[in-house]
């Protein structure tokens, strides 16, 4: 049978998961489709179209998917989950607003947060924290993944001799009526998104304050790198919550973290467990953020720096 990918995109522009997921679905060697839901999307569909290895692209175009109401969403999956075995979306926000709810109307336990497919029906996902990982059968006929984008490389684009996927329209399935959208809150863009960043600077409960947590902003800033933080920095109100790495946050895997003033309690490390390297600042030698550094820096954070970022910016 086949395999269906929910993108997650702008309309105008496809996210970056999709590349990703798109190498998680050729692990079950079958056709690959995804589905666009969205309105005025044909931008996004053609670029879908271009991933190498893509046999279709279900195009849904329609207000009720302006904003992709995970009502709607979910309804639409469920009216075309009987041509696949398979189908998938990213363990975030996107993927986990929509596909649990379609799991449920078909019937179907999902598997969350894949972060490694061992066979067509069994998948590893971290469990207590990212502490264990689980490894999972499913007997189901279908089965519903949400899957790490992070654990999986991106899927390559089209090389120009080759054919780009087909688009084809989908119909919807119309406005459930159970959800209305009010408004969109754009989120700080001065620095890269934490889920997609090459570098990541964070910082914790030791900053002590909002007016200090500019440190790790000016760190991240001439870096060119994303702002991160522990969930007690987020509670103190030293930065907004969408910076919280960890499990109850952000999954990242960049390929360099920098963690200062954060002891590494599991909760916070469950997030940060694929950063290719990791450079800690503390000032206690014994804290457990040291364990998984590959540098470690014992130090006051408030002299290391903006040390750091002037040697930086000269
Ligand atoms: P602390 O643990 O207080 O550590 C501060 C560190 O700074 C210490 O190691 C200290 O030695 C060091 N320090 C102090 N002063 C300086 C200085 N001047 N220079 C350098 N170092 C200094 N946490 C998360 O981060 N993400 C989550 O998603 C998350 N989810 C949770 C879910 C649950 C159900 C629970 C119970 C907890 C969760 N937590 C989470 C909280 C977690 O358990 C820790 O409390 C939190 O991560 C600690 O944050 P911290 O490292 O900033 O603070």
Known sequence: MRTLIIAEHTHTKLGKTTFNLVTAAKTFKQDIDILIAGFECDTAASEAAS?????????ADSKEYAHQLAENMADLVVKLAKNYTHILAPANTFGRNILPRAAALLDIQPVANV??????????RPVYAGN???????KQPLHILTIRPTNFTAASRNEYDTEDADIITVSGTGDKGLSTYLRRVLSDSRHPPLSHAAIVVAGGKAL?????????EDLAETLDGAVGATRSAVDAGYIANEHQIGQTGQVIAPDLYIAAGISGAPQHVSGI????????????????????ADYGIKGDLFNILPELIKRLKN
């Open 115 to 124: 972060m490694r497919i061992v066979s067509p029906d069994t998948f590893a």
């Open 51 to 59: 991933i190498s290895g893509i046999k279709q692209i279900l195009k």
């Open 132 to 138: 264990a990982i689980k490894t999972v059968k499913s």
């Open 208 to 216: 002590a304050s909002k007016t200090n947590f500019k440190l790790i």
């Open 273 to 292: 467990k694929d950063s290719k390297t990791i450079i800690a600042i503390n000032t206690d030698k014994d804290a457990p953020i040291f364990n998984m």
